[in-house]
């Protein structure tokens, strides 16, 4: 005991950090060092636990060590024989019995600061559950067992980062998920080498899937423990960070990121022309601003019957100008709305809508069109479901917007040609990322399509590569 308390001393330094307690205390008649971080434990749990050992009258030839495993009145007890496993554990918030003889015990009363289990902005549905996943790595893997409750289901713990000793849970349901998808994971895992995961789950997506400066998000983040286990039942491995109130959903398509649970809470026709709906305001949100900037400066390739969609007035501003201001300034606007307190939002949403956009039209500097034609923008890629893959349509819808102003019609098709030839190339987890487009697979491209009804949905994904795709 004494040895351990020299090792912790000298880890911790002396009177260096208030939050860590270490404390002589006994455990009935054997004394005991108790060590925790405070914090991190229930305090009353702890308390009333050491309440309970505190027996004068224990006669017992038992030594030590049985007592602790057989008697001691709590049911999460773990011996450790590894000074670096037992300091994670303690650096984890489990708290330390170290004995006479230099046995180590921890018990798990962890407390965690954090909010409960809440529905997430970003993920609203009419009608569903209300829960979300929170920064609770321990709350997050309860919502996905509550909701499959399967003694396959897989729970892999593991320890990333050299400082920050982050927790990861790698989530899948053995006998369904792939094998191979699983070992590419833990071994690119165990290459990371960094000193913390403070952006938890986005920092591991840039590790794992070697993202680079591709703008497409390679993986699905989700905050809704439903969406996580849907996915886990299609054979799609989960992988759950601590501190992280969203998962990492892998393998997955540019499809899955135009997914949302709101589809399976309607019926399946509502759920079909939902889905359509959106595809349709994603190809909008796309394409529409370029076409209309193309159309505008060659009305020659305009229908009569469409001469109403080109301006009316001219300014002394280009009109390229025009539309791009327009549209960082919906940017600026976006992170304002972000940054300002919920209180004035409203305020400043008059002050944007009215005053700015009104005044703007009036002294010229936008025509009444690239406003209206940029708002609808704006709101088609509000429909995207997927936050990530709605800002890297924006920065495609730039590219698109550049090259038609620079070449003309050639330049939009160009463009265009360019941007389907790199989506097509991208592999994460060596999956195609527009399929089941490219390769083609009519079936699953008609479930993408069509909402489909439950009972209808009898395979797993073909991507997912499950070991068993008939669902029953």
């Known amino acids: 005991m004494s040895e351990a308390e020299e090792y912790l001393k000298e880890k911790f330094g002396v009177n260096e950090s208030y939050?860590?307690?270490?404390?002589?205390?006994?455990?009935?008649?054997?004394?005991?060092?108790?060590?925790?971080?405070?914090?991190?434990?229930?305090?009353?749990?702890?308390?009333?636990?050491?309440?309970?050992?505190?027996?004068?009258?224990?006669?017992?030839?038992?030594?030590?060590?049985?007592?602790?495993?057989?008697?001691?009145?709590?049911?999460?007890?773990?011996?450790?024989?590894?000074?670096?496993?037992?300091?994670?554990?303690?650096?984890?918030?489990?708290?330390?019995?170290?004995?006479?003889?230099?046995?180590?015990?921890?018990?798990?009363?962890?407390?965690?600061?954090?909010?409960?289990?809440?529905?997430?902005?970003?993920?609203?549905?009419?009608?569903?559950?209300?829960?979300?996943?929170?920064?609770?790595?321990?709350?997050?893997?309860?919502?996905?067992?509550?909701?499959?409750?399967?003694?396959?289901?897989?729970?892999?713990?593991?320890?990333?980062?050299?400082?920050?000793?982050?927790?990861?849970?790698?989530?899948?349901?053995?006998?369904?998920?792939?094998?191979?998808?699983?070992?590419?994971i833990r071994e690119r895992l165990k290459q990371i080498n960094h000193d913390g995961f403070t952006m938890t789950d986005k920092a591991l997506e840039e590790w794992l899937f070697k993202q680079g400066f591709h703008p497409l998000p390679f993986v699905r983040f989700t905050?809704?423990?439903?969406?996580?286990?849907?996915?886990?039942?299609?054979?799609?491995?989960?992988?759950?960070?601590?501190t992280s109130p969203s998962v990492i959903i892998v393998p997955t398509t540019l499809f899955h990121h135009l997914q949302h649970a709101e589809e399976y809470r309607q019926a399946p026709i509502i759920g079909t022309f939902v889905r359509q709906l959106r595809y349709f305001g994603v190809l909008l949100s796309l394409l529409l601003l370029p076409l209309w900037y193309l159309f505008a400066k060659h009305p020659e390739f305009l229908p009569k019957s469409l001469e109403f969609l080109g301006p009316k007035k001219f300014s002394d501003i280009p009109l390229l100008l025009q539309i791009l201001f327009a549209d960082v300034g919906i940017e600026f606007l976006r992170l304002a709305a972000i940054h300002t307190p919920t209180p004035l939002s409203t305020a400043m949403g008059i002050i944007a809508a009215i005053v700015i956009g009104q005044m703007a039209v009036d002294v010229g500097m936008f025509i009444p069109e690239v406003i209206l034609y940029t708002a609808i923008t704006a709101i088609f890629t509000f429909a995207i479901p997927s936050y990530e893959l709605s800002i890297t349509t924006k920065i495609f819808r730039l590219i698109l917007l550049l090259s038609t102003a620079a070449f003309g019609?050639?330049?939009?098709?160009?463009?265009?040609?360019?941007?389907?030839?790199?989506?097509?190339?991208?592999?994460?987890?060596?999956?195609?990322?527009?399929?089941?487009?490219?390769?083609?697979?009519?079936?699953?491209?008609?479930?993408?399509?069509?909402?489909?009804?439950?009972?209808?949905?009898?395979?797993r994904p073909f991507i997912t590569r499950a070991l068993v795709r008939k669902r029953a």
């Open 19 to 184: 939050d860590v307690g270490i404390l002589h205390t006994h455990l009935y008649e054997f004394p005991v060092l108790l060590v925790y971080i405070n914090g991190l434990v229930d305090g009353l749990v702890l308390t009333e636990l050491l309440t309970n050992v505190q027996d004068d009258n224990w006669q017992t030839d038992l030594d030590e060590n049985r007592v602790m495993e057989h008697y001691f009145p709590y049911y999460s007890i773990t011996q450790y024989d590894s000074k670096e496993k037992w300091l994670a554990a303690l650096l984890s918030g489990q708290v330390t019995f170290i004995l006479k003889n230099g046995s180590v015990y921890t018990i798990d009363v962890r407390s965690y600061p954090g909010r409960q289990p809440e529905e997430p902005d970003n993920e609203k549905v009419i009608r569903g559950s209300r829960d979300g996943f929170t920064e609770n790595i321990v709350q997050n893997t309860a919502l996905i067992r509550r909701r499959i409750r399967d003694t396959d289901l897989r729970f892999e713990l593991h320890q990333v980062s050299n400082l920050g000793q982050t927790d990861i849970a790698i989530t899948f349901i053995k006998g369904i998920a792939n094998e191979d998808n699983l070992v590419q």
């Open 223 to 242: 905050e809704r423990p439903d969406i996580a286990a849907a996915h886990l039942l299609e054979g799609h491995i989960v992988i759950v960070v601590d």
């Open 409 to 459: 019609v050639n330049g939009f098709f160009i463009a265009l040609v360019i941007l389907f030839w790199y989506l097509c190339s991208v592999k994460p987890l060596n999956v195609p990322y527009l399929w089941p487009v490219v390769p083609f697979f009519p079936k699953a491209f008609l479930r993408i399509l069509i909402r489909f009804p439950m009972p209808a949905n009898a395979k």
